[in-house]
Every structure is written in C-alpha cells, then in structure tokens.
T-cell receptor, first 111, second 117 residues
Framework: TQLLEQSPQFLSIQEGENLTVYCNSS?????LQWYRQEPGEGPVLLVT?????EVKKLKRLTFQFGDARKDSSLHITAAQPGDTGLYLC???????????FGAGTRLFVKA | NAGVMQNPRHLVRRRGQEARLRCSPV?????VYWYRQLPEEGLKFMVY????????ESGMPKERFSAEFPKEGPSILRIQQVVRGDSAAYFC???????????????FGPGTRLTVT
C-alpha cells in the first residue's frame, strides 16, 4: 500500500511560534502537493514541489521536497491564528495519475 | 477554490434513496476527480474522468456507485440505495491536464456533505 504519512496529526501552538509538519512515504513521487483545508470547505492548493531537493517559499511558509522525492516538509515561521487549518500533502506515486492524500495535520494557532 | 462548483452543498437522504451529486469543473478543465472524506480523515480517491470517459474508477465501490462526465453539462456522482456508511463529504476536483504525474494540480470544489438518515 502506498501511503503518505503526515506528522504530527495535531498541533496546537501560540501565535509567533515556528512549526514544521512532515509528509513521508516509502514510495517515490514525481511531485507532491500541499493543500490547506478549512472546516466546511474544499482543500486549497498551496504549492506543488517537483524536483528532489527543491525548496519553495510562500510568504512565511517554506516547503521542501526530499532529495529522494519520498518526503516533504512544510515549515511555518511566526505562526498566526489565520494559519489555523488542516494541512494535507498529496501526490501520485510511481508516476501515475491517481492522487493519494495524507490524513493531514490539524494546526491550531492560539492568539 | 478556483471556480469548481458543486451542488448541492448539503444533501440529506433516507436509507434506500438515491443521491446525485453534481460538479461543474473550472471552465476549460477537461479532467475531473471525485474524492470522499470521512470525518477526521484525509481524502480518498474515488474516480477520475475525462469528457465522456472513465479513466480510473478503482477507488469507487463496485456496487451502487457510478460516475459520469458527459460531453455537455456537469459531472455526476450517483449513489443508489444509500446506506448510513455513505454519509461523508464528497469533493470534486478538476485540472486542465492529466493530474498526478505531470504535477498538474487539482482545484477543488467546496464539497457536498451527504447525510443518510
């Protein structure tokens, strides 16, 4: 079974703190996507990483794709309450077109 | 959500009834995907369609579930004789190109929340 495992499952932090969430697999992915989902809404795409070792920045969010293209991380600097949400990683293993999703990391940032 | 429309947003059905969920992709997108999300879980792939073709339905139960994406009109996910276990949020996504391998991101709709009583 090709799984994307996300950790931690739940994270509650104070405003201003930094955090990192992880997405790991034993399979190789041609690309990985990160989404954020808010209650009652569909996931919204944040970024796609394609090249092994790639680092992408989106304001206070930094995304990294592992060299072997089996894992990825999302680092948030100086978290804000507006960052609260469910963060999902997703990808199509082995170059296929069927996307699988991790179970997500639920982030809560307290003011 | 990049223009993917789903309706209805909420649907209540009694056991044994039929549920029809509609999805209009982003204009110009010819690839549609359906996912199911149970509470506190990630999204599970159900089916991938292009116009008038089912490309991959490996995530969709063989019984009672069907999907179509006609030449004209929205994509439809149909669940016949619903049971309580079908209660979930159903999301549709679309992409301009084949998803996955090419890194073609999928744009999601707001979902339809199905409740079976």
């Amino acid at each position: 079974t090709q799984l994307l495992e996300q950790s931690p499952q739940f994270l509650s932090i104070q405003e201003g703190e930094n955090l990192t969430v992880y997405c790991n697999s034993s399979s190789v992915f041609s690309s990985l996507q990160w989404y954020r989902q808010e209650p009652g809404e569909g996931p919204v795409l944040l970024v796609t990483v394609v090249t092994g070792g790639e680092v992408k920045k989106l304001k206070r969010l930094t995304f990294q794709f592992g060299d072997a293209r089996k894992d990825s991380s999302l680092h948030i600097t100086a978290a804000q309450p507006g960052d609260t949400g469910l963060y999902l990683c997703a990808g199509a293993p082995g170059g296929g077109f069927k996307t699988i999703f991790g179970a997500g990391t639920r982030l809560f940032v307290k003011a | 959500n990049a223009g993917v429309m789903q309706n209805p947003r909420h649907l209540v059905r009694r056991r044994g009834q039929e549920a029809r969920l509609r999805c209009s992709p982003v204009k110009g997108h010819s690839h549609v995907y359906w996912y199911r999300q149970l509470p506190e879980e990630g999204l599970k792939f159900m089916v991938y369609l292009q116009k008038e073709n089912i490309i991959d339905e490996s995530g969709m139960p063989k019984e009672r579930f069907s999907a179509e994406f006609p030449k004209e009109g929205p994509s439809i996910l149909r669940i016949q004789q619903v049971v309580r276990g079908d209660s979930a949020a159903y999301f549709c996504a679309s992409s301009p190109n084949q998803g996955g391998q090419g890194g073609s991101a999928e744009y999601f709709g707001p979902g339809t929340r199905l409740t079976v009583t």
